[in-house]
């Protein structure tokens, strides 16, 4: 999965929402400097301390040129990030521009920011010096977890480097469709093989043994948990389809599969390495990897605008004296955070209990969820309720509610449930608790919660002036 984390660099206008390079608005309505990592990109990265020149693209790319606007006062080019034709646009001028590739990407897929990946790709080339085999092959492989419709990887691996190949794979076919035209329009053929995979696959599954030793493995893993997870982030125009940033257990468990695999696999890849997008998940993906008794890890960080990116890489070899002299240029050891953050938790909020007794000596919580699950979205919308069941039974609903001026609210809430006899009248019953299991914001989320869980323990009961009607109705034919 891509992550759609291109820094808005362009000039912001009264009623538009675009900002100037290293810049942003005071409340006196001037111009601030704020911080920028765009000069601490690696140091080989051609978008290092630069930010695009929009005006000369969009002199030179005629696709381009209807996106970029001039500030009146500065006179320097801007784009609206917002508009996601643009940053597509954008992307496709500096492939072109940078590295003479023909790329495109279709507007419902991730769209990749070229000069933060391009770091990416520079740390792999400088980490492959490290515990380099004593002779070097005539050609270098490299494997892509997750290539995306943008194949971008891929391209710009064998644009900076001739004597790499990649072998990338995805699980979704337009993904693919759109990746193989990158790699035909580029005449790539023959050092980009693309792959389809099952949901699960991360390495071990895609392999070929013709394939031989890898280099190297790649991967920017889905970035979310569930569809909960999603805030909407200004920044975040080209959002994707669910499969490229939503993954069960989010990036974590993503690349948990991945140190999997390399247990298995050990030297058959030299350097398995992978992006993150979360701090803490570096912390949580070190503690994954020293588990299992790996020593050879190296982490960095990915520099770009106001965006920070984390890599990790680990290799099954021991560490080599010839390599510490170099390897310092590779292994920035990310420090973590020492002081412990307030957290803010869903502490306080009741677990509501209640009982529904069998009829006709059967459960009917399962069959009455699912007649909720539906009235919420009458009630809410259908594009803005999610329900998951687990093979225990546990159902997991997701709401979005339009809280009118604060905006969105969502939540997540459990509903469990457990038979049991009563034990006054002797008959049998289920024994139903919901749970808030996670709120943003988190103070509208609980009153919420609080709302949405009577509604629940009425419908399931079949208790409320709505079950009272219907059922007053069947009595009556």
Not at 29 to 37: R, Y
Not at 58 to 86: E, L, M, Q
Not at 237 to 243: A, E, F, I, K, L
Request: aromatic share 8%; glycine share 6%; net charge positive.
């Amino acid at each position: 999965g891509e992550s759609a984390d291109y820094d808005r660099t362009a000039m912001k206008r009264k009623g538009q929402i675009d900002y100037g390079p290293g810049k942003k608005k005071t409340k006196k309505g001037e111009w601030a400097k704020v911080s920028s990592n765009n000069s601490r990109m690696h140091p080989r990265n051609p978008f290092n301390g630069k930010d695009p020149d929009y005006k000369a693209l969009a002199a030179k790319y005629d696709f381009f040129a209807n996106h970029v606007k001039v500030n009146p006062n500065s006179s320097r080019g801007y784009i609206n990030y917002t508009d996601a034709k643009a940053v597509i646009s954008l992307n496709r001028a500096l492939m072109k521009d940078t590295f003479g590739l023909e790329w495109n990407v279709p507007m419902d897929r991730l769209c990749p920011p070229v000069p933060n990946r391009l770091n990416y790709i520079l740390w792999i080339q400088d980490l492959l010096k490290i515990n380099a085999p004593s002779e070097k092959p005539a050609t270098t492989i490299g494997f892509d977890i997750g290539t995306g419709a943008s194949c971008i990887y891929p391209l710009l691996g064998t644009s900076v480097a001739k004597d790499w190949k990649f072998i990338a794979t995805d699980i979704d076919e337009k993904s693919l469709e759109s990746a193989r035209k990158n790699v035909v329009g580029n005449n790539l053929e023959s050092r980009i093989e693309l792959r389809k995979v099952e949901r699960s696959v991360r390495i071990a599954g895609a392999l070929k043994e013709s394939d031989g030793p890898l280099a190297f493995c790649m991967c920017n893993p889905p970035f979310f948990a569930s569809a909960l997870d999603i805030k909407q982030n200004e920044d975040s125009v080209c959002m994707g389809s669910r499969d490229e940033i939503v993954c069960e257990g989010g990036e974590e468990a993503f690349v948990g599969g991945i140190i999997e695999d390399s247990v298995n696999l050990k030297g058959r890849v030299r350097w398995y390495t992978t992006m993150v997008g979360k701090k803490a998940s570096v912390k949580a993906v070190l503690r994954q990897l020293r588990s299992k008794g790996i020593k050879n890890i190296v982490t960095t960080d990915f520099l770009q605008g106001r965006t920070t990116r984390w890599g990790i890489g680990w290799c099954f070899e021991p560490e080599r004296a010839e390599d510490a002299a170099i390897r310092p240029t590779v292994d920035r050891q990310v420090v973590m955070d020492k002081r412990k953050k307030k957290k803010k938790t869903i502490e306080g909020v009741a677990v509501k209990i209640f009982p529904v007794p069998f009829v006709e000596d059967k459960s009917v919580v399962s069959d009455r969820l699912k007649d909720l699950v539906e009235a919420f979205k009458t009630k809410y919308g259908s594009d803005r309720v999610q329900a998951e069941t687990a093979d225990d039974g546990k159902t997991s609903i997701q709401l979005r509610v339009d809280a009118k001026e604060h905006g969105d609210v969502k939540l997540e809430f459990h509903v469990d449930w457990k038979d049991s006899k009563n034990s006054q009248t002797g008959s049998m019953e289920d024994t139903v608790s919901v749970s808030l299991t996670d709120a943003y914001p988190l103070g509208l989320g609980k009153a919420e919660f609080l709302k949405a869980s009577a509604q629940v323990q009425a419908d399931i009961q079949r208790t409320n002036r709505k079950w009272r009607r219907i059922m007053a109705k069947a009595q009556k034919k």
